[in-house]
């Protein structure tokens, strides 16, 4: 909403333009009226919508053809004064000023007229017969007062209306001449009708236009004044009320009817809480509430977006398989202006067998976008309407912006729940065949990823110590020469060398020998293709002696040709060595007898995740 108004007044001399002023100021009609009244302010607290206005005299005879083109072009709307007792200053609405206005105005940005017909008070009849041909001829006009300054008939009413043409413009919401709504208007209430409608049954039950009516109105509807809205909709068209409940094509009737019946403000309220400008744009402010993260503070969601989010989720898996088919996950999109995943999300986050993104796999997306693009992040939750629904100040209070990173290494502890691991290895390596093992994709399926939809990226939760983490896999494919702060910066590497490739390992050691054997950032070389034939790699020291030797957990053998999905070993050692950099794990191997492998088997055991199940599917 605009932070101000600026009313000018033209027309022709002796029609009372400045006696309207002067009444409105006084509360009375002046006897002395000068030649123009000067430029009046009136103070928010003081006018109906709480908006400073300013209002602006013009006057022929002491005031300049450019001067009056200046003030044209201030203004916000203009107010064309006629006489009701005077033909010629009527005559000249059309001839004169409607024409002289539109040649000083843009064509994209018309400032709405008021035709106000003062000196009522003098004549017995209305001018309204002679005026309403010249308003439905021309579109900028929002409407037409009658008035007298002397007996301060609508005085208070005149410039009210001209508050709201400025404040709730009547032209990006409907077309006179079509009597409908326009294009621009129906598409930003249908996304606001789906956003209110919760359980996505496509019809707004009594408790979803209750939500809806306090978010934009702070009351609620009392039952009979419901009943007596939906009666409205009933008697007017006959699919608008369906199962007790407010269509679409009813939502939208109710606005057509409140603009045309000039309390278009009403519908100005909605758009506005949902984010809408006056071009019916979502503001930048809205999609963009401020968010400052210091340097080596990362962003999580924390416990109530996720759980805004589930909700996200539940309301679009219409067959509750836990997953999102293609058409939910276009349905659950509807309210975005574009499709924000790409193809690549599923080779990104976990899927079921028919290539649909799974619960878990929804959760890490949206996990991953606020670790890697925050500013992307609170656009997606203000496009889901997510300030509305939670009735939180911006969608900033769905985040988490975490402590430094040195001062959880100091304290030896964080309290983080998302870690990045960067995955290093010279071409051919097998690193893409990491990242989709973490998915649980074995080489076969990882052999039907299309070239288009291949990602760098792949994230998914693991357990440490029985706290569920999200890790967030990277493949870096910048050259070693040209690697910079961001493609170095993580919370543990991966170093993956190619057993039947003898050239393989000599990359991993450059790269930690230029980065990493300095820093404290923990990592981990992974053998990988381990199911072929093991050659002796071409470098001084063997990958175990280099371990040792830089007190490194031994080479860890993988493989992702196997029959079902591949081992996830690694990516728990990986996890934890990210949560407890300064800790010498105990045990790093798979040995299925220390303490450390018994508790993390007990938590990947098939009876852990059933319950997990149950419980998510009880919620």
């Known amino acids: 909403m605009r932070k101000d108004v600026r009313i000018l007044l033209v027309g022709e001399p002796r029609v009372g333009k400045t006696s309207l002023i002067m009444t409105l100021v006084s509360e009375e009609f002046p006897d002395d009226v000068p030649p123009r009244a000067e430029e009046i302010t009136i103070p928010a607290d003081v006018t109906p919508e709480r908006v400073p206005t300013h209002i602006v005299d013009y006057s022929e005879l002491e005031q300049t053809e450019e001067q009056l083109d200046q003030e044209i072009s201030k203004a916000n709307v203009i107010c064309i004064v006629y006489a ?20 000083r105005t843009d064509k994209d940005n018309r400032v709405p007229l008021i035709l106000v017909g003062n000196k009522s008070d003098l004549v017995d009849h209305s001018s309204m017969e002679t005026v309403l041909p010249i308003m439905n001829q021309y579109t900028d006009i929002e409407t037409c007062v009658e008035c007298s300054a002397k007996n301060l008939k609508n005085i208070s009413e005149l410039f009210y209306y001209a508050q709201k043409a400025v404040l709730h413009p009547t032209g990006p919401l409907y077309c006179p001449e079509e009597k409908e709504m326009k294009p621009a208007c129906v598409k930003a209430l249908t996304r606001i009708f789906r956003i209110s409608d919760q359980d996505n049954d496509g019809i707004l039950n009594d408790a979803e236009i209750n939500l809806f009516q306090r978010t934009c109105f702070h009351t609620p509807l009392a039952p009979q004044a419901l009943e007596d809205v939906k009666n409205v909709v009933r008697k007017n068209i006959s699919d608008g009320i369906a199962d007790n409940g407010l269509t679409l094509k009813g939502f939208l009737f109710l606005h057509t009817l409140f603009i045309q019946r000039g309390r278009h403000e009403t519908t100005w309220t909605v758009l506005r809480r949902f984010g809408y400008d006056d071009d019916l744009e979502l503001t930048h402010d809205y999609l963009f509430p401020s968010l400052k993260v210091p340097s080596d503070c990362t962003t999580e969601l924390n416990h109530h977006a996720y759980l805004f989010l589930q909700s996200v989720f539940d309301k679009h898996d219409l ?16 309210v975005f202006p574009y499709i924000p995943w790409g193809p690549d999300v599923n080779s990104t986050v976990c899927t079921n067998d028919h290539g649909w993104i799974t619960y878990q796999g929804y959760l890490s997306q949206w996990t991953l976008t606020t670790y890697l693009d925050i500013q992307r992040c609170l656009e997606y939750l203000g496009y889901l309407g997510y300030s509305i629904l939670t009735e939180q100040e911006s969608q900033a209070a769905a985040l988490t912006v975490t402590r430094d990173k040195k001062i959880d290494l100091q304290k030896r502890q964080t309290q983080r729940n998302v870690f990045k691991c960067n995955v290093f290895g010279m071409k051919g390596c097998g690193k893409s065949g990491i990242l989709q093992s973490f998915l649980g994709r074995n080489l076969l399926r990882h052999k039907h990823i299309r070239p288009e939809h291949k990602s760098y990226y792949a994230i998914s939760t693991t357990y440490v110590y029985g706290q569920e983490k999200y890790l967030l896999m990277q493949e870096v494919v910048t050259e070693p020469e040209y690697l910079n702060a961001a493609d170095i910066a993580c919370d543990v590497v991966c170093l993956v060398y190619d057993v039947s490739n003898s050239k393989s390992f000599e990359y991993c050691a450059k790269i930690f020998k230029q980065h990493f054997m300095d820093s404290k ?43 079902e999905s591949p081992s996830k070993d690694i990516f728990l050692k990986l996890t934890t060595m990210a949560v407890y950099p300064h800790a010498r794990l105990r045990c790093m191997c798979s040995c299925n007898r220390c303490t ?21 599917t009880a919620v």
Not at 319 to 334: H, M, N, T, V
Not at 528 to 550: G, I, M, N, W
Not at 596 to 616: E, G, R
């Open 596 to 616: 450390f492998c018994i508790c993390q088997n007990l938590l990947n055991s098939d009876l852990v995740q059933s319950v997990k199940t149950k419980l998510y």
């Open 319 to 334: 067959d509750r398989d836990c997953a999102l088919s293609p058409d939910e996950l276009k349905d659950l999109f509807k």
């Open 84 to 103: 009701v007792n005077n033909k010629n200053s009527i005559e000249k609405v059309t001839s004169r000023w409607i024409p002289l206005i539109s040649e």
């Open 521 to 563: 950032t923990p990592c981990l070389i992974v053998a990988a293709k381990s199911d072929l034939h093991e050659v002796k790699q071409e470098y001084s020291t063997s990958p175990s002696d280099f371990c040792r030797k830089h007190k490194m957990p031994p080479p860890q053998f993988f493989t992702c040709n196997t029959a």
